[in-house]
């Protein structure tokens, strides 16, 4: 993955977490759980792209 693409990735993912966080009304309980999942998964999304997590099986719904 470029690295023009991950850094506009992560600029993204950031700038809709601020605009959650701040115009969407939630408890501070329910904003910290999401932020620390959205943060999860931006690390791991992040060492994907890097190679650091190698070949991750691919999750499989159903039969397929």
Known sequence: MPLMQLL???VVVGVILWAINNYIPMQTNVKKILNV???????????NAFGVLGSTPR?????W
Do not use: D, E, N, P
Request: glycine fraction near 6%; hydrophobic fraction near 80%.
């Open 8 to 10: 506009i990735t992560l």
């Open 37 to 47: 999942v959205v943060v999860i998964v931006v690390i791991l999304f992040v060492l």
């Open 59 to 63: 999750l499989r719904l159903g039969r």
